[in-house]
């Protein structure tokens, strides 16, 4: 069975601060994939990120950057000083590979981002 | 590309009534749609996952009769909410996979919105 834990479920921080959103996974599978999806309050899946399990470099984009360590069975995600519009509900998920692969998604975390 | 349309974006109905919502690839084929549930507040839940020219496959819990799932075409999936009460209301999502994209990624529509009275 898959799990994908958000332990954080809201988050409030002041414009320009850096925040780490912490996702921890569970699967039995040694290839999987790891996702990262915003939802702005219009309700619409933004894709942010995908990663391979064979793949453990971090990556970084813009303001945004990941850090999977599959020691750990985490993929967290950092937003380097946050701005108003990241305000949105960020999820983590997982899925396996294969034709009949299936996405798990975490919880969600509300990020406020105040001015 | 990997656009991904739902139809309506938002319906109302009355307690008894059924509505059909379309999820539509636009720009690619898709043999495999899913169909996810949201409440407020709350994560996305796999309803069911939809192949093309097959009966869907419902996951544990989700009412067949209710939630009725055709995929008739490499494009277009429907789901039909049979019979809809209050605690129907909720934000339903469709994806759909590219069938010629082996990594097997999922494109998320807009999403419906669904208030039953």
């Known amino acids: 069975a898959q799990k994908v834990t958000q332990a954080q479920t809201e988050i409030s921080v002041v414009e320009k601060e850096d925040v780490t959103l912490d996702c921890v996974y569970e699967?039995?599978?040694?290839?999987?994939?790891l996702f990262w999806y915003k939802q702005p309050p219009s309700g619409e899946l933004v894709f942010l990120i995908r990663r391979n399990s064979f793949d453990e470099q971090n990556e970084i984009s813009g303001r945004y950057s990941w850090n999977f360590q599959k020691s750990t069975s985490s993929f967290n995600f950092t937003i380097t000083a946050s701005q108003v519009v990241d305000s949105a509900v960020y999820f983590c998920?997982?899925?396996?590979?294969?034709?009949?692969?299936?996405?798990?998604f975490g919880k969600g975390i509300t990020l406020s981002v105040r001015p | 590309g990997a656009v991904v349309s739902q139809h309506p974006s938002w319906v109302i109905c009355k307690s008894g009534t059924s509505v059909k919502i379309e999820c539509r690839s636009l720009d690619f084929q898709a043999t495999t749609m899913f169909w996810y549930r949201q409440f407020p507040k709350q994560s996305l839940m796999l309803m069911a996952t939809s192949n093309e020219g097959s009966k869907a496959t419902y996951e544990q819990g989700v009412e067949k009769d209710k939630f009725l799932i055709n995929h008739a075409s490499l494009t277009l999936s429907t789901l039909t909410v049979t019979s809809a009460h209050p605690e129907d209301s909720s934000f339903y999502i469709c994806s759909a996979r590219d069938t010629r994209d082996s990594t097997y990624e999922q494109y998320f529509g807009p999403g419906t919105r669904l208030t039953v009275t």
């Open positions: 699967t039995r599978d040694t290839t999987y994939y």
């Open positions: 998920a997982l899925s396996h590979t294969g034709a009949n692969s299936k996405l798990t």
